[in-house]
Structures are given as structure tokens and as C-alpha cells.
């Protein structure tokens, strides 16, 4: 019997024995998993039934069967049944047997069969029982997925053994030429060496014992041959090394960088992704608290953990570039900033890689001198053929400036077309823009824009926004607070911005109707003297009580999660002279919930990805009905943007979300699909 012959049946035997043990275990342990997946979801759906239909709004008989028939219509659950204190029947809602036709053969379900529990929860009202709902889940997914396993197994152990012969047949034919190659192969090696540099391919040792002698002298002078090869490229990597490389990480550093960015928009021969695309995006990532980990931890420490940060941003990158897509570039600006090119990459290709480079950044943070973990800030822009190294890293600054403003650690999105817009502001550094505030506070060329913002079923009389803006005196364009406010925070100039939007709204207040809303920069709040100027300018007897109870003084949720005693101190000055108080970006961070009962408020705004991926996500339904459970039953309005269609408008509805009154809401479906929308 041939080699080939023998290696083929002794594989054959192998997979069945493979297949049949991986089969085993598999559906065993899937066996297993389902039947406390279904134990646990019929348990967690009975509990949170039960505690939706004990809510005193929801005792009247038609709000239960709507409530069970939504939950029942999601095609999970066999039967959803109420009764009453008493044992009768009030709701029985029972999927019929002709649901579906069954592909899962008997025999699978004979010899796995699936346990579906019946969970049974008392429904109350207060201290009095008012019934139980009993919940059985569907089984017959749970069915699929085992017959889904079991074809997975079989196709992957048919695929395994195909590959396994191929293989055997190509080391067969491998077998019978070494020794017709062997000697003349490894001799024309090493000529080809000597003649282009390129090392030739080690072997393993002689196939043939007769030729072992002659192996050893061709080893040993293929071995010197190469030792003189390896130490002329280590000595030209040790040059380029040195000229492109960061001393500490092993990044490409800040020269290497512009070099392939202005390549790259150049489109300049022999860049392949500005020839292949001529777009892309840059990102920057700047870690906020060197000094402070430079403090807490000695220079070999921090040295080895930036390196670990490289390394793993490295990993992320690989691991998530878009196939067809030009390899992202990571690159070391200076102590404290990384960049990332990504060339060839639009909007949308960005989000998957951002959200793993984040995640990935997040699990190797380390603790300060302050005691807490370290933050990340981050900025992205695109660019084109018509932009220069000067207007992307212009950006990207103040993109970060912006990160820095807002405190959190999402990614601020600074596109070319919105920096276009700000004329000669947008291109000045840091001394440029001190100037620019200082002089317009000082000249009096700060004001306010002014919006109407009207909410369905809103109660609140002619609700307002504003947003501080001022004039250039050069041209007497207006700059919005979205772009002079993060410099302001960065050169610790927007604890006067805010003193004078609030000076202006309440002079707004006395010459118009309504309720006025003003932003407040979460960094003035922790610049000193800020709280007792804001009581101070609150507590003059030129301003009327009604004026000050018209007024909203708006701040991000991030404070309340980092800033608690601040924000704490914040409230209570509000509250003292009936100023309202307005959270915003709650959604980003749900554990400000734990503190807002601690403090006045008027409003929550949500908007972003919770919103507009609403129907695509259970946790952030369960997390919405949380908020405007919480929030409604305080008093608090809720109001939301950044709706993407009819179906989320009418859920946010029903659980008493206001949503702007002017704004249309097309059929699911209807709305652009693969747009980078920037929240």
C-alpha cells in the first residue's frame, strides 16, 4: 500500500473519530447552555413583567394586555398567562402549535432534549397582591440552534479533512523530489544569496543519509555566508531605526509621520494609498495625565507601559482594518500624543476601528498621583487633495481642545468643511485665540443666538436656547461658542465666557418672554472663585425673582459622575435663587442617575447612539425606560434628539419622551443608511 493510500485512510478514521467526539461535546455543552439560557430569560422576563404590571399606572386591565401582548408579539415566549388573586385566568396568550415547521430531525431532539421552564411571578399593587403572570419560553430557536451546531461541526470536519488530504497529497509530491533538488537547491541558494542579498532558505537537515556529509559543508557555508548578510541589514535597520522610530516605543516618530501625511496629500509616486484614494482620516489620542503618571510611577515603569499601549493600539489596528483598505499608520507625535493614519478610510469605515483603538486604550489605563485611572482624549479629521500638513494638525488641535471642553472620552470629529468655515479664527494657535476672547470680552463683542426650541406636549411657555457667540473685529463674522469655548477652557478663560452668557441671558429675561436655557462649560465650575461669582451676579437686586426662575443653566452629566461635589455645590446656588438646572448627554453617562435625585432638576436631554439605535439594542430600551422612569417620577422632563425614525418616536412616546415639535420622522427604513453622522 502506498504512503499516499495510507496517510488517506488513517485521516478518514481520524475525522470520524473527531466528529463524532467534537459533535458530542458540542451539542452537550450547547445542550446545557440553552437550558439555563432559557431558565434564566423565562425567570428575568416573569421578574420584569411582574414588576412592569405592579406600577400603579399600569393596573387597568387593557394597559396588562397591552403590555402582554408586546412582550408576547417578540415571537419568544410560548405562553404569557395572568390570573387572578383568586386562580382565574384573566390574560392567556398561547402560541399555536402551526407556528413554523420544525427542521430539527427527531432523532437530535431525542437524544438532547430541551428542559422549557415555567416561571410564575406575583403581580401586586403596593402591599396587596393582584395576581401572577406565569412565562414559558419558546423552545423551538433554542432546537434550531442545536441542529445549527451539528451541520457547523460536520461542515468544519469535512472542510478540516479536505484540506488535511490536499495537504497529504502536495507532501507526497514534495517527498519525491528531494532528492533531485536537495543538493543543487541549497548550492543555487546560496550563489542567488551572494548575488542579491536575500538570505537564502534554511534547512531542516538531509532527507537522505548518504548525503549528510555533504549537508554539513553546505550548512556551514550557507551559515557564513548569512551571519555576513544579517550584520549589514541590522546595521541598515539600526540607521533607519534611529531616523524614523520613537526612542521610547518603537512607533514611528513625528518626522516620519508628516513625511507619509504630506505624501499623502501630495498623492506624491510611490505612496500607494494617496495614489489608490487620494482621502482619508487622521486620528489623535492624547493621554491627559503624563505629568501625573510621571509622578506616580518611575521613568522604567512608564517607559514599559507605553510601550504596552503601542503594542496593543498596534494589535487593535491589524486586527480591524477595513479588508481592501491601506494599513493604518500609528505614530508617536511627542510625550503625550499618538497619531493614526489612516489613509484611504471614510466616515463610516472609521467607527468599528475607533471603538476597538478605544476599548483597547480604556483596558490599559493606570492609576495617577491623584489615585485615579488615567484619560484619554480623542480628535478625528478627514482630508482631501486640497488640504496641507498645516490645516490637519490645525484640526486635530483644537479637536482636542474640544475633547478636553467636554471631558469625556468619545471621539470629537473636527471636519475639514466645518474648520473652513471659521476663516482667519480657525487657523490661529493658542496666543491668536486668547486674544480674540480676551478682546471681546473686554470690547463687549460677546452675545448670544438666541433659538426657539418648542417640544411636543411640552408645558414649558416659550422655551429657549442660546449659545454665546462673538464678533471678530476684523471682519465682523461671528464665531459660535462650539469653537472659540474649548481654547476658552484650555486658557482658562470660559469661567468669564459663562459669568457673561449668564449676564446676558437674565438681560434677555427682562426684555422677553418665556424661559431661557445657557450652556455651562463643566471646567469653569472648577476654576476658583467661579461659584461664589455666580452667586454673586445671581444675588443682585437689579434682577427679579420671575426672571431668575425663567433662566436654565445647562450642564454635561460627566460632571455629577466626576465632579460630584463641585456639581453638588453648582445645584445648591441654583436652587437657592430658583434658577433651573438642565442635564445634557445623560445617555453617555448613566451613572449620573446615582446622584440627580440628590439635586433640582428641570430636564434631561439624551440624544446620540442610544437614540438613534434604539430599536437595534435591548439594554438601551431597558436603560431609556430606567431614565424616564426615574426622571418622570421626580418631576423631571425628558427630552430627546437625534431620531432616526417613526418607530423609535413612538417608543420614546410611550414612555413620556418629549421630542421636538418641528421634525418629521420617516417609516423605518426610509431614512440614508451608511452616513457618518458626527453627535
Not at 494 to 510: F, N, P, T
Request: glycine share 8%; with cysteine.
Amino acid at each position: 500500500m502506498s504512503l499516499l493510500r495510507q496517510l488517506l485512510i488513517s485521516v478518514t478514521i481520524a475525522m470520524g473519530v473527531i466528529f463524532a467526539g467534537t459533535l458530542w461535546l458540542s451539542l452537550s455543552g450547547a445542550q446545557g447552555y440553552l437550558n439555563e439560557r432559557l431558565q434564566v430569560e423565562a425567570r428575568n422576563t416573569a421578574s420584569s413583567l411582574a414588576l412592569s404590571l405592579s406600577q400603579p399606572g399600569n393596573q387597568d386591565p387593557v394597559t396588562q394586555e397591552l403590555l402582554l401582548k408586546a412582550l408576547f408579539d417578540t415571537g419568544q415566549y410560548h405562553s404569557i398567562v395572568l390570573k387572578s388573586p383568586t386562580g382565574d385566568v384573566v390574560h392567556d396568550l398561547v402560541r399555536g402549535s402551526e407556528k413554523g415547521v420544525s427542521h430539527v430531525p427527531g432523532w437530535l431532539e431525542a437524544l438532547f432534549p430541551l428542559s422549557v421552564p415555567t416561571v410564575t411571578q406575583a403581580v401586586s399593587d403596593g402591599w396587596k397582591q393582584t395576581g401572577e403572570v406565569t412565562v414559558t419560553p419558546e423552545s423551538g430557536y433554542a432546537r434550531q440552534v442545536l441542529w445549527n451546531i451539528a451541520w457547523q461541526v460536520l461542515l468544519l470536519v469535512v472542510a478540516a479533512g479536505v484540506l488535511w488530504a490536499v495537504f497529504a497529497i502536495a507532501l507526497i509530491r514534495w517527498l519525491r523530489k528531494a532528492l533531485q533538488t536537495e543538493v543543487t537547491a541549497q548550492v543555487q541558494a546560496i550563489a542567488d544569496m551572494q548575488a542579491s542579498g536575500v538570505p537564502a532558505p534554511v534547512s531542516t537537515g538531509s532527507r537522505i543519509k548518504e548525503l549528510a556529509q555533504v549537508h554539513n559543508v553546505i550548512a556551514s557555508v550557507r551559515e557564513r555566508v548569512r551571519a555576513t548578510a544579517d550584520e549589514q541589514n541590522r546595521q541598515i535597520e539600526t540607521l533607519e531605526v534611529a531616523l524614523h522610530s520613537d526612542d521610547v516605543t518603537g512607533v514611528a516618530n513625528r518626522r516620519y509621520f508628516i513625511n507619509e501625511l504630506r505624501r499623502a496629500l501630495r498623492g506624491e509616486e510611490g505612496n500607494e494609498a494617496a495614489q489608490a484614494t487620494g482621502y482619508g482620516h487622521v486620528l489623535i489620542f492624547r493621554q491627559r495625565d503624563l505629568s501625573s503618571i510621571n509622578a506616580a510611577h518611575d521613568r522604567q515603569e512608564t517607559d514599559s507601559w507605553l510601550r504596552r499601549v503601542c503594542d496593543g493600539v498596534r494589535e487593535a489596528l491589524v486586527q480591524h482594518a477595513e479588508p481592501g483598505r491601506p494599513q493604518p499608520q500609528l505614530a508617536r507625535l511627542n510625550g503625550s500624543d499618538f497619531v493614526v493614519l489612516l489613509a484611504g478610510y471614510d466616515g463610516p469605515d472609521t467607527t468599528d476601528l475607533l471603538e476597538a483603538l478605544r476599548q483597547k486604550l480604556d483596558s490599559l489605563r493606570i492609576q495617577t498621583s491623584e489615585q485615579r485611572l488615567c484619560r484619554w482624549c480623542y480628535a478625528l479629521t478627514d482630508y482631501g487633495p486640497n488640504c496641507d500638513v498645516g490645516q490637519v494638525l490645525a484640526r486635530l488641535d483644537h479637536g482636542l481642545m474640544r475633547a478636553e471642553n467636554a471631558g469625556h472620552d468619545e471621539v470629537e470629529y473636527m471636519a475639514s468643511s466645518e474648520y473652513r468655515s471659521l476663516g482667519v479664527a480657525g487657523n490661529a494657535g493658542e496666543s491668536s485665540w486668547k486674544v480674540l476672547i480676551q478682546d471681546a470680552l473686554r470690547e463687549g463683542r460677546v452675545h448670544l443666538n438666541v433659538e426657539p426650541v418648542i417640544y411636543s406636549n411640552d408645558d414649558t411657555p416659550d422655551r429657549h436656547e442660546a449659545l454665546l457667540a462673538l464678533r471678530d473685529a476684523a471682519d465682523g463674522s461671528s464665531v459660535s461658542g462650539y469653537l472659540f469655548m474649548p481654547p476658552a477652557v484650555r486658557l482658562g478663560l470660559s469661567g468669564a465666557c459663562d459669568l457673561r452668557a449668564m449676564q446676558l441671558g437674565l438681560e434677555w429675561l427682562r426684555q422677553q418672554p418665556g424661559t431661557l436655557s445657557l450652556r455651562v462649560s463643566l471646567a469653569s465650575l472648577l476654576l476658583p472663585g467661579f461659584l461664589e461669582q455666580m452667586e454673586q451676579q445671581l444675588s443682585s437686586s437689579e434682577i427679579q425673582p420671575t426672571e431668575r426662575e425663567r433662566l436654565v443653566l445647562e450642564v454635561d452629566a460627566h460632571g455629577f459622575v466626576a465632579y460630584p461635589d463641585e456639581l453638588q455645590s453648582f445645584c445648591s446656588i441654583a436652587t437657592k435663587f430658583s434658577v433651573g438646572v438642565g442635564v445634557r448627554r445623560l445617555a453617555e453617562q448613566p451613572a449620573a442617575l446615582l446622584r440627580l435625585h440628590k439635586v433640582r432638576i428641570r430636564y434631561i436631554k439624551l440624544g446620540g447612539d442610544l437614540i438613534s439605535g434604539l430599536m437595534e439594542s435591548p439594554g438601551a430600551v431597558q436603560l431609556i425606560a430606567a431614565i424616564t422612569e426615574s426622571a418622570i417620577g421626580q418631576g423631571v422632563k425628558v427630552y430627546a434628539h437625534d431620531v432616526p425614525n417613526a418607530a423609535t418616536a413612538t417608543l420614546l412616546r410611550e414612555y413620556g419622551v418629549l421630542l421636538p415639535a418641528n421634525e418629521t420622522f420617516p417609516e423605518e427604513g426610509d431614512e440614508n443608511e451608511g452616513e457618518f453622522v458626527d453627535n
